[in-house]
């Protein structure tokens, strides 16, 4: 009873591997050369035969290989048991590949010669230790016997074992040597578009290279670069470790809300390397069945009953296989799902709290702009009245230290303000009119004295050619030549500085123009070149009494933001050249534009004493600077402490004017101007501000909001009365039409 139960449990196991023994019968009759070449097509073909198919032609040729002589056949299991280990690697089983490539190294070992499989399965196996087992050290050691074995390899395969050693060096902290290595091999596969699988691993490559370095930006630039060729080639468990490191890059700098997005396509190629494996399954299922159909139909004539029977009983053994599979695969997806559900909800959770928090840094932001301008614009107005009226030279003196100290202060502020600003992604680009002559005058003109001050002679270089108006941003543009031309006049003494616009390309509507702002001053060393575009920090360590370290690294954010690059050459005690390329728009309307403008200002004023304006400010030195500052012009003007009394004091009486300011008790200047409006429809009224935030900005320019301009507290003269002379001939001409 006992013999027939193992008679026919062997029959079952017999006929369960009867459509592998008929499919091995195709390469039965092969040779030995032409063997060779199948596993060698094999392991170049894995990702589009699948790994089921893959495996099962490799297991087949390992069992047909005995029939060779003992070389033949040890050289054949060789070849083999490392495609094996490949493809288990390729499928994260660490254990299986490492077990296949010793294996393969133990055949390899009984007989002479193949150089070239012998180096590829010691790189295969320092490749497990590195990755598989993080084993760095032991890596390390199978990459140095390639090494020291041999000298004459093939450029492909010596480059992959330069990869190989690259991140062994990442994982070891030797950077530089794995920087060298890694460049190496970018400029190798990039040439040759079969090598794209290669390629894509070192742009991951850099990307954790760059990671380890603190270079974050950079790092995830050749993530990108490397999960695109990925998906480019559909290469999805390739695309999928990419975006994991990725992922786990932006979580670590804290940039959640883009990890989300990242952990999604993430996702997405998860599924699709599931879709795809159990495509390839249900193919082989269904070439094993074609193999079983071919099989009745030979022996149906002579068995026909018997065969019909073993080819169902191989069926059903099969697809008992397929559904035990189908059932394995479908827990390990829910499981899978329900964890990457988790995920995603810590992520949405996340990213609401990191957007609550930049709301909170904005309003910050926004608050202590106001509240460190504010008493600023007291102290520069008052400083400047002073120097009006008090002529005696020595209180001159003072009173000028004390307004360039006070604007020093200023400066200062701005620039920690306009970094915090561009963390918070709050700046963007305004495209209006410019005249790029205009604004480089006025930017000499303004850093004539300074200049003056060090001995420096200012030059301006601007080439004909360039169009005299162009769509742009202004204000960011001079930012980048006020700070550039600053530093230059820091550090240079008794020299000159050239501001240069030079080198047009025009095309059609756009002009491109290279910038350049030169000295002869004391020069940066190469090692530190890179160094001063990063926050706080500069050239030397003695330099800290100079500046907060934040002009450079500010032009550097608005130069990109204009979609350009700067860059700069300078030698020690010779001077330095920052240059930089950007492109604008041609404004062709501009003439239209100055011809209305300038027969606007054409109209001519009367007496300054005939205009009344209110000073809408909470602030009682504020109030005292801006009367003052109107009174020096003839101007006469009422004070309104609040908006509340503001609406009262314009419902009672004809203004010309009202200057608004923003935050007050009681009303704010915002409430307060839409009151107005609903009783008085064209008097002009500015809004005068401390802050400039992006979003303080905006609501103050809507239509809807009811306010003329704005102008930022604290203002230069020439600025405040240039803006007040416009809107009272604005509003002189709608009132006599």
């Known amino acids: 009873m006992q013999y027939n139960k193992v008679k026919k449990y062997l ?6 591997l009867l459509p592998f023994a008929t499919i091995g019968q195709e390469y039965e009759n092969l040779t030995y050369k032409e063997l060779e070449t199948t596993v060698k097509k094999t392991e170049n073909r894995i990702s589009s035969m699948g790994r089921v198919n893959s495996i099962r032609t490799i297991e087949t040729i390992i069992d047909i290989a005995g029939k060779f002589h003992t070389s033949q056949e040890f050289y054949l299991k060789a070849l083999s048991y490392n495609v094996l280990g490949k493809i288990h690697y390729l499928a994260k089983d660490y254990k299986k590949a490492i077990e296949n490539f010793k294996i393969a190294e133990l055949f390899l ?8 499989l012998r180096i590829d399965i ?36 010596k480059h992959s074992i330069e990869l190989n050693l690259a991140n062994i060096y990442i994982q070891i902290k030797k950077y530089n040597k794995a920087y060298t290595l890694l460049k190496r091999c970018e400029k190798h596969f990039s040439d040759k578009p079969k090598l794209a699988s290669s390629l894509s691993r070192t742009y991951a490559s850099f990307g954790d290279y760059f990671a380890k370095k603190g270079k974050y930006d950079v790092g995830i630039h050749y993530y990108e670069k490397a999960a695109d060729i990925a998906e480019t080639n559909e290469w999805y468990r390739q695309a999928m470790e990419i975006y994991k490191k990725y992922e786990e890059l932006l979580i670590t700098i804290g940039r959640k809300d883009l990890a989300y997005t990242i952990l999604s396509k993430y996702t997405k190629h998860q599924q699709t390397a599931f879709e795809l494996e159990k495509s390839q399954a249900d193919q082989f299922k269904q070439q094993l069945t074609v193999v079983e159909e071919k099989k009745t139909i030979e022996t149906q004539k002579a068995e026909q009953s018997k065969n019909i029977s073993i080819l169902t009983l191989s069926l059903l053994v099969l697809c ?39 709301a909170v840094k904005t309003k910050f932001i926004s608050t202590v702009s106001h509240e460190l301008r504010t008493p600023l614009y007291g102290v520069i107005g008052l400083s400047t009245i002073l120097q009006d009226r008090i002529k005696d030279e020595e209180n001159q003196k003072f009173i000028k230290l004390m307004k360039f100290s006070a604007n020093h202060l200023l400066n200062l502020i701005n620039d920690v303000l306009q970094v915090s600003k561009m963390e918070s992604y709050e700046i963007k680009l305004d495209e ?22 060090n ?24 930012q980048i030549f006020i700070n550039l031309i600053g530093n230059a006049n820091k550090f240079t003494k008794n020299g000159n500085i050239w501001l240069n616009f030079i080198n047009p390309v025009i095309k059609k509507d756009t002009v491109a123009i290279r910038f350049e702002i030169k000295d002869e001053g004391r020069g940066i060393p190469e090692e530190k070149q890179k160094l001063i575009f990063e926050k706080f920090s500069q050239a030397e360590k003695n330099d800290h009494g100079t500046g907060t370290g934040l002009g450079l690294h500010i032009v550097k954010n608005l130069v990109e933001l ?56 909470d602030n009682k030195i504020n109030q005292v600077v801006t009367k003052n500052i109107l009174k020096s012009r003839g101007y006469k003007s009422e004070i309104a402490s609040d908006g509340l009394i503001a609406i009262d004091m314009a419902s009672n009486n004809d203004y010309d004017l009202i200057l608004m300011d923003l935050n007050m008790p009681n009303m704010g200047g915002m409430e307060a101007t839409l009151k107005i409006r609903e009783f008085n429809k064209g008097v002009p009224i500015v809004a005068l501000t401390a802050s400039d935030s992006h979003g303080t900005i905006k609501e103050i320019l809507d239509p809807s909001s ?16 240039k803006k007040l002379e416009f809107h009272l001939r604005e509003h002189n001409v709608s009132k006599a039409s």
């Open 432 to 453: 209006s009119s410019l005249n790029l002559k205009t604004l480089a005058y006025n930017i000499k003109d303004s850093f004539q004295y300074q200049a003056e001050e």
């Open 11 to 16: 029959i079952i196991s017999l006929l369960s």
């Open 109 to 116: 070992k009984e007989i002479k010669g193949y150089p070239d």
């Open 455 to 478: 001995g420096n002679t200012l030059n301006l270089n601007i080439d004909p050619d360039i169009p005299t108006n162009l769509i742009g941003d202004s204000i960011r543009l001079s």
């Open 562 to 617: 204009h979609g350009g690059e700067i860059n700069i050459e300078s030698t020690p005690g010779k001077g330095s050249t920052f240059y930089f390329t950007l492109s604008f728009k041609i404004d062709h309307q501009a003439t239209e534009t100055a011809d209305i403008e300038e027969s606007t200002s054409a109209i001519p004023l009367t007496e300054t004493s005939d205009y009344t304006i209110l000073i809408v400010e």
């Open 320 to 358: 008992l296989i397929f559904f035990c599979f189908f059932i394995y695969n479908h827990k390990k997806t829910k499981v899978l799902s329900e964890s990457l559900a988790v995920r995603n909800k810590e992520l949405k959770r996340a990213k609401k709290e990191s957007d609550k928090l930049a």
């Open 122 to 157: 010691n790189n295969n196996i320092a490749v497990i230790y590195l990755e598989g087992y993080d084993k760095p050290g032991r890596a390390l050691q199978k990459i140095k016997v390639i090494y020291e074995s041999y000298t004459d390899l093939d450029p492909d395969l």
């Open 706 to 721: 009811g306010f003329s301009d704005f102008l930022h507290k604290p203002y230069k003269n020439e600025e405040f009365f």
